[in-house]
């Protein structure tokens, strides 16, 4: 069976100070990136200090759809199923599994001696309490509901077999159980409190929440007792960490700065533009890593005017220069990408590049042959007495955001208004699910090509429950060939479901693909035994340790 995740690709800046002194780094492509830090026996005792740009405002994992829910996640709790060093599907809390023949049927067997830090038993029944939660329209699941939308129900066939039915075969079922958004919690919690698991989870992972601050910080303890690790992480028993603290630190610079200056051990989200100088300081590790799934895409509502016309579409993308944007946004640490799956996701179909171009001629004879050919008094396009607009809600901040900046120049010289509207976080997030917008801009990350389906089908577009179809894209033909990827087994037969799925997601042009979304994170060479998650790119400090 193929890895549902291709070898990370490292990206190096290329620093023309270091080649100058005789060391030439430049963008590249290598295998999995080394597992450990180097370094000696591990030590017990001391608090890993740990800046993040933001925290999830919610620490329930099937609640949120955060993108640092994967780095935190893994400090307290644990999946189902797990990836293992080399992407492919191994045990967690589950030991083993069966799968039927028709696909509709998993039966899992599970770990016994597990607790929850509540105390807890993991059993068959806490699984099927936790598949409730995740689809449970009350727990409002952005994420983890979609991972496992064909569950229909479960059966305990005794204290640790749990069957688990499905509508429909569904080859990407397990890997999504592996995530970080789908972890396992306290079935007692889930039952009994679960308006408490935001403020206080409780899962059976290695730490424990002690005290959380929504926007500023999180304060985690090791956990006594915990002694079920999955055998790709390096250690057995408690962490040797006492534990570690979280600290948001939203401003770039100050993050990089207070992490040089030994404040903080690690962050996340390191800035690409500092992304030279931390590689060039010897007591430091880099990582710049390629996430799966969507690289960062400009979503365009087709649902209505002017993105309902494709010609517009065409446009718009043949109107900005992505190699520009991704240099300027990632001071050369980002891959350029005129696609609409990562590189690093199994089945990616290199035969898809190439098929958009920047051609500023182009776009303006698009933008005529759809009819917008008038112009207004400030150079705008204009049909019918209507200026071409293209309106972007995002989160306000003291300066608009450089992306949208960069873009907004690259289409004005082809005629188009694009129009930077700034508002409070919870109104995007309301405009985002009542679709009143022209575009959006996003990423998402999963460890499968299922991210297709989720992002294009029109199931995903947001009704009864809350979809990620962005796009509001509907088409028949996609829909058909996206759902044959879901029930296609791995191997020949889903790599051609997925080519051809791709293909189709690339004629309609649901958006413009920028450059792929990447995962940049460091930490001081003081701290060993990290290792690296392949269901996600981001660093493990189950037994990471401090040395000195």
């Not at 780095?71 to 293992?84: A, E, K, P, Q, W």
């Not at 749990?162 to 889930?190: C, D, N, R």
């Not at 959006?440 to 460890?447: A, R």
């Amino acid at each position: 069976m193929p890895s549902p995740h291709a070898p990370w690709r490292r990206i190096i800046v290329a620093a023309s100070a270091l080649a100058a002194a005789g060391t030439l780094l430049a963008a590249c492509a290598s295998d999995t990136p080394s597992s450990t830090s180097p370094g000696g026996q591990p030590v017990d005792g001391g608090v890993l200090e740990l800046s993040v740009s933001a925290e999830p405002g919610c620490l329930d994992s099937h609640a949120i759809s955060a993108t640092q829910q994967a780095l935190l996640g893994r400090l307290i709790y644990d999946n189902l199923v797990t990836l293992d060093r080399d992407g492919n599907l191994a045990p967690d809390l589950a030991d083993s599994w069966d799968i039927s023949d028709d696909g509709k049927t998993y039966t899992f067997h599970l770990k016994e001696g597990v607790t929850f830090s509540d105390g807890s038993p993991w059993n068959a029944e806490v699984l099927g309490q936790n598949l409730e939660h995740m689809r449970d329209p009350a727990t409002k699941s952005p994420l983890a509901a979609a991972y496992i939308a064909p569950y229909v129900d479960g059966t305990v066939i005794d204290e640790y077999t749990f069957e688990a039915h499905l509508a429909h075969p569904f080859t990407p079922f397990l890997y999504g159980l592996a995530q970080s958004w789908v972890t396992m919690e306290s079935g007692k919690a889930i039952t009994e409190s679960p308006e408490t698991l935001c403020q206080q989870p409780v899962g059976s992972g290695p730490f424990v929440v002690e005290e959380y601050v929504p926007g500023q910080s999180i304060t985690y303890v090791k956990r006594d007792g915990y002694d079920w690790a999955p055998e790709w992480i390096n250690g057995d028993g408690e962490a040797h960490l006492d534990g570690v603290n979280v600290t948001v630190v939203p401003e770039a610079v100050i993050r990089y700065e207070s992490l040089v200056s030994g404040q903080y051990d690690a962050t996340e989200n390191l800035p690409p533009q500092n992304a030279e100088a931390i590689q060039a300081n010897a007591d430091f590790t880099y990582e710049n890593l390629v996430r799966s799934g969507s690289p960062n895409v400009l979503h365009f509502n087709t649902s209505h005017a002017p993105f309902d016309d494709i010609l517009v579409r065409r446009a718009f993308v043949a109107a900005v220069n992505r190699e520009a944007i991704a240099q300027a946004q990632g001071f050369g640490t980002f891959d350029v990408k005129d696609t609409f799956l990562s590189s690093d996701t199994v089945y990616y179909d290199p035969t898809t590049e190439g098929a958009f171009s920047y051609d500023v001629d182009e776009a303006n004879a698009l933008l005529d042959e759809a009819g917008w050919t008038g112009r207004d008094s400030d150079g705008f396009r204009t049909k019918d007495g209507e200026r071409l607009a293209v309106v972007v809600p995002t989160t306000e901040s003291a300066t608009p955001s450089p992306l949208l900046v960069q873009l907004q120049g690259e289409v004005k010289k082809v005629g188009i208004d694009l129009v930077i509207d700034q508002l409070p976080a919870a109104q995007v997030t309301e405009r985002r699910y009542a679709g009143d917008y022209d575009a959006l801009s996003g990423v998402w990350h999963t460890n499968t090509p299922d991210i297709l389906y989720i992002r294009y089908h029109s199931d995903e577009i947001t009704g009864e429950r809350i979809g990620q179809n962005a796009s509001y894209l509907e088409d028949e033909t996609l829909d058909r060939l996206l759902e044959a990827t879901r029930e296609a087994p791995d191997g020949p037969e889903a790599e051609a479901a997925y080519a051809a799925a791709q293909k189709r997601v690339v004629e309609l042009v649901p958006g413009l693909p920028l450059y792929e979304n990447h995962s940049q994170f460091a930490y001081a060479n003081r701290v060993k035994g990290v290792d690296i998650d392949t269901s996600h790119p981001v660093p493990v400090f189950t037994y990471a340790w401090l040395e000195g």
